[in-house]
């Protein structure tokens, strides 16, 4: 199955699907790596990869225009899914239409708790005893699109934001991969009903810091 990887910045989770995806058994290829700045540092790491690069400038452009110029790219690499992976432009109905029901994102709190920028931040000064990571489909909402999967991560007494941030980014990397693999085996679909995910045998929806 053909991915869409969509940056705007380092790309600690694109190198995630990287290396998840080195395994020739991983049932997901990258197709290609597009970012909207041409700085990021996740471009360099698909060009390492191998994996081919676009660069999309956002700036003086209305966003359907953007996204159209977007989807043109994606369909001209055969993209199937759409993995967001730290993209940060909200995405119109003009994209969404054309890969309705398949484009994921990762967030890094416990939705619906924190949806939005800095989510590590807002649930570290909320004061909550647990946060973590999310997978979801996107729609046209703020992060409120229906969730796949999610990493559960307790506040230690000692943690700093930055500690948290870190064992945040950690889950992302755990669960992000786990899901492409999920959709790419047909196992995460949409139907008239809603979202049906079926994980394969043994795994389950949840995950939990082990230590």
Known sequence: MRFGVLISGGGTNLQALIDAASDPDYPAEIAVVVSNKQDAGGLSRARAAGIPVEWIPHKGKEREAFDAELVERLKAHRCEWIA???????????????FEGRVLNIHPALLPAFPGVRAQRQAYEAGVQVTGATVHLVD????AGP????????????????????????????LYPMVVRWAAQGCVRMTDSGLVVQPPEGEVRGLSWAH
Do not use: C, W, Y
């Open 84 to 98: 967001l992976a730290g993209f940060m432009r909200l995405v119109t109905p003009v994209f969404l239409n054309a």
């Open 147 to 174: 969730i796949i999967a999610q990493g559960a991560v307790p506040r230690k007494p000692e943690d700093s934001l930055r500690d948290l941030e870190a064992r945040i980014l950690q889950m992302e990397h755990q």
């Open 140 to 143: 046209s909402g703020m992060d």
